[in-house]
């Protein structure tokens, strides 16, 4: 997470530079992608480059405290999807979700593939809860009987991730190719299509 900046109460003006650090990361990572300036990010929030350092040590820890409200909705969605329906309409709503928000800014689907490797990153920390609550609905398509029973939630994670990477590069982004690429994926995905490893 954000190491000692969570670990203790802050400040007034040190909680209203916090905040003025996300809402201006959240602009800069809208207009220029997760790889802009972390300079330009201190400059439009008002403070110096180590007061960013201090509240967020790295790039990583910056985009999970601006993901993390979107990450703990969709796996809170996960969870309520599950009593909800058929298990594949509920896999198939929540990663329509997941790939949409994998393209909030450009470069982030490249961020979140990443972190499927490294386990010490803030965003695979933050991810995890989600990435399980999604493999839940996996699972329950599978008893199901209606996704491929050697389909595993990290091999499902990538091809949404590839999916959103596809969509993002497309300009301007056609609304509906997102949805497209993501039914051909299921179509790829069901049972009838499921080939021995």
């Known amino acids: 997470m954000d190491g000692e900046a969570s670990a203790r109460p802050l400040r007034a003006d040190a909680r209203r530079n916090?905040?003025?650090?996300?809402?201006?990361?959240?602009?800069?990572?809208?207009q220029d992608g997760v790889t802009a300036s972390l300079e330009d990010v201190a400059a439009r929030?008002?403070?110096g480059i180590g007061t960013?350092?201090?509240?967020f040590p790295t790039r990583e820890a910056l985009l999970e405290a601006v993901l993390r409200e979107r990450f703990d909705a969709?796996?809170?969605?996960?969870?309520?999807?599950r009593d909800r329906g058929r298990p594949i309409d509920a896999l198939r709503g929540w990663t329509r979700r997941?790939?949409?928000?994998g393209t909030t800014y450009r470069g982030l689907t490249a961020a979140l593939s990443a972190t499927l490797r490294d386990e010490t990153s803030a965003l695979y920390?933050?991810?995890?809860?989600?990435?399980?609550?999604?493999g839940s609905l996996l699972a329950d398509a599978q008893r199901g009987g209606e996704?491929?029973?050697?389909?595993?939630?990290?091999?499902?994670?990538?091809?949404i991730l590839a999916v959103a990477w596809a969509h993002d590069q497309t300009a301007p982004a056609d609304p509906d190719d997102l949805d497209r690429l993501l039914d051909l994926l299921f179509d790829g995905l069901s049972r009838d299509q499921a080939s021995p490893r």
Do not use: N, Q, W
Not at 18 to 25: G, K, Q, S
Not at 147 to 159: G, S
């Open 147 to 159: 996704i491929r029973a050697d389909l595993v939630p990290v091999e499902l994670f990538k091809l």
């Open 45 to 47: 929030a008002g403070v």
């Open 74 to 81: 969709l796996t809170a969605e996960a969870r309520a999807l």
């Open 98 to 101: 997941l790939a949409a928000a």
């Open 18 to 30: 916090r905040a003025r650090l996300l809402a201006e990361a959240h602009a800069v990572f809208d």
């Open 125 to 134: 920390a933050s991810c995890a809860a989600m990435r399980e609550a999604g």
């Open 52 to 55: 960013l350092y201090r509240h």
